[in-house]
């Protein structure tokens, strides 16, 4: 559903963000990408010309984007098309329940391996990078250390 520029439309987003953060085990991950649990993150809806901007953060993390509309709203899955600040393209901001919160370490590595994306996107702008991941690659490692 698109969003006017309704107070209506901003205040059920919020209830639903709010409804969704109170269920406890709800995933966020930006275009397929985990970001964080939302139990850990503080939100806030804002209108800023027009816009209707969307903040998360953390101690760890922060971002703002402009949400152009409601793709999905079901109930594991919460899905908007948000606007990055300076790109072209739309992309996709999803909430999703699952069954239980990642494990800490999980956390660690998924934080780990977003941060070292970031560094070498900055450090090799041309470079593109195939794939990254924190799965554990038993195949060719020695142990599962």
């Known amino acids: 559903m698109p969003l006017n ?6 205040a059920a987003l ?15 991950r930006e275009d ?8 850990t993150l503080h939100f806030e809806l804002r209108v800023e ?14 971002l703002t984007r ?12 919460f899905v908007l098309e948000v606007q990055r600040f300076g790109r072209a393209k739309p992309g996709r ?7 239980s919160p990642r494990p800490a370490a999980r956390i660690t590595c998924e934080q780990f391996r977003a941060r070292c ?20 690659d038993l195949e060719n490692s020695f142990s599962s250390s």
């Open 93 to 99: 901001l999803e909430f999703l329940r699952t069954d």
């Open 117 to 136: 994306a970031g560094i070498l996107a900055e450090t090799f702008p041309d470079a593109v990078v195939d794939s990254r991941t924190a799965a554990p």
């Open 32 to 39: 397929g990408e985990w970001l964080a649990e939302l139990a």
């Open 66 to 77: 402009r949400v152009l509309r409601v793709k999905e709203n079901a109930d594991d899955r």
């Open 5 to 10: 520029s309704s107070a209506n439309d901003w």
């Open 49 to 62: 010309r027009k816009n209707l901007l969307l903040r998360l953060w953390s101690d760890v993390r922060n």
């Open 14 to 28: 919020d209830r639903a963000l709010r409804d969704r953060a109170v269920l406890g085990s709800v995933e966020v």
